[in-house]
């Protein structure tokens, strides 16, 4: 059973568009991380986020976590072919459990010229 | 840093063969986790490792699933006997308290 929903599953947008992945859960994280992965490697972290109602912006992504630290969005902007791929969320538990991630089954983007 | 490596990168078997998979970690990381990854089911974390001690084992699927990790710069996931349904893409990360969890290229195992 999935913890973490990530919605769209899939999303396929025009160059220059702009687009938002979901990432939605009944628990509470201590933290939330977001990935892209591309085919054949394996997922690279992005940002991670710690606080309730943190916003962080690397360039043309903007990452969200929700107050009550259940759910995050992920914003990019004037997208370009280069953020094609798997975006996966991961939650950190709260309890005793540093380092042991769940993770969503990704929004897969694809970004057409 | 080479990043951490994983071997071999693809497997073919056939049903009932034993399937070992490994995975180098990046040097002066002290915890080790293994992920399979499924378009069913996702990337699911399977084990991890704290200097080289298994910390959580509550997400290998079953007995045929073993890992060990004999000294901090090796670490073996092995399946026996191995079935179709274990047909997936295997991840190894490795990372230290602070820092990220930096993930290999994969093993993409394919049981016939």
């Known amino acids: 059973t999935q913890l973490l929903e990530q919605s769209p599953q899939f999303l396929s947008i025009q160059e220059g568009e702009n687009l938002t992945v979901y990432c939605n859960s009944s628990?509470?994280?201590?933290?939330l991380q977001w990935y892209r992965q591309e085919p054949g490697e394996g997922p690279v972290l992005l940002v991670t986020v710690v606080t309730g109602g943190e916003v962080k912006k690397l360039k043309r992504l903007t990452f969200q976590f929700g107050d009550a630290r259940k759910d995050s969005s992920l914003h990019i902007t004037a997208a370009q072919p280069g953020d094609t791929g798997l975006y996966l969320c991961?939650?950190?538990?709260?309890?005793?459990?540093?380092?042991?991630?769940?993770f969503g089954a990704g929004t897969q983007v694809v970004v057409t010229p | 840093d080479a990043g951490v490596i994983q071997s071999p990168r693809h497997e073919v078997t056939e049903m009932g063969q034993e399937v070992t998979l490994r995975c180098k970690p990046i040097s002066g990381h002290d915890y080790l986790f293994w992920y399979r990854q499924t378009m069913m089911r996702g990337l699911e974390l399977l084990i991890y490792?704290?200097?080289?001690?298994?910390?959580?084992d509550s997400g290998m699927p079953e007995d045929r699933f073993s890992a060990k990790m004999p000294n901090a710069s090796f670490s073996t996931l092995k399946i026996q006997p191995s079935e179709p349904r274990d047909s997936a893409v295997y991840f190894c990360a490795s990372t230290r308290p602070g820092d990220t969890q930096y993930f290999g290229p994969g093993t993409r195992l394919t049981v016939l």
């Open positions: 490792f704290n200097n080289n001690v298994p910390i959580d």
């Open positions: 628990s509470v994280f201590s933290s």
């Open positions: 991961a939650g950190e538990g709260t309890t005793d459990s540093w380092g042991k991630f769940q």
